[in-house]
């Protein structure tokens, strides 16, 4: 029973564009989502993360925005560049600070 | 953010050995989690080590088959007992509750990629 889903297992974007990936949840007491980056044969690089209370949150090129009502959060790279390409992975968090992780979405960035 | 290191990077190992796989952080932290990655999977988290006292484990992983340590704020193993092909993943440790950071954001190691024969 995935509690974490990220739908798309891929994405392929155009350099200079928006990279919009999607992530979904069905447990309403998730409340810290995460965005991590992963390059093969390495750990995740930590993103971007934003707390139920808030709706929004940016940091440089990546934003992520929560929809708490329909459990939904996106995180927008904008522009996107090559070195962006890599896979994605939404994390959610309840109190005590486990985390479940979607399955990930693998964004290629054209040139 | 806190620098994380894991031995060993990778390692090939015969199937019903075990092997111990060290976490080290390069400054205190709060919290400690080993996860695994199988091949085309997402993570998973295994347990979360506890300083002092036994792991707490998620629903699948027991200890005699994972047995963790904790002896301090910096450092953790994970050891993979009796192993089968089957265990063939990449493993992970994060932490979060750092000096720079006291929210539950996690920071992972490197990893370690373990094949069973």
């Known amino acids: 029973d995935q509690q974490v889903k990220q739908n798309s297992p891929s994405l392929s974007v155009q350099e200079g564009r928006i990279s919009i990936l999607n992530c979904d949840y069905t447990?309403?007491?998730?409340?810290?989502f995460l965005w991590y980056k992963k390059y093969p044969a390495e750990g995740p690089t930590f993103l971007i993360s934003?707390?139920?209370?808030?709706d929004k949150n940016e940091d440089g090129r990546f934003t992520v925005f929560l929809n708490k009502s329909a459990k939904h959060l996106s995180l927008h790279i904008v522009p996107s560049q090559p070195g962006d390409s890599a896979v994605y992975f939404c994390?959610?968090?309840?109190?005590?600070?486990?985390?479940?992780f979607g399955q990930g979405t693998e964004l290629s960035v054209k040139p | 953010s806190a620098v994380i290191s894991q031995k060993p990077s990778r390692d090939i190992c015969q199937r019903g050995t075990s092997l111990t796989i060290q976490c080290q952080v390069d400054?205190?932290?709060?919290?400690m989690f080993w996860y695994r990655q199988q091949p085309g999977q997402s993570l998973t988290l295994i347990a979360t080590?506890?300083?002092?006292?036994?792991?707490?484990?998620e629903s699948g992983f027991v200890i005699d088959k994972f047995p963790i340590s904790r002896p301090n704020l910096t450092f953790s193993t994970l050891t993979v007992s009796n192993m089968s092909p089957e265990d063939s993943s990449i493993y992970l440790c994060?932490?979060?509750?750092?000096?720079?950071?006291?929210?539950?954001?996690?920071?992972f190691g490197p990893g370690t990629r373990l094949t069973v024969l």
């Open positions: 994060s932490v979060s509750g750092t000096n720079e950071d006291t929210t539950d954001t996690q920071y």
């Open positions: 447990n309403s007491m998730f409340d810290y």
């Open positions: 934003i707390s139920s209370i808030k």
């Open positions: 994390a959610a968090s309840e109190e005590g600070g486990k985390l479940i």
């Open positions: 400054s205190q932290v709060t919290m």
């Open positions: 080590a506890n300083q002092g006292s036994e792991a707490t484990y």
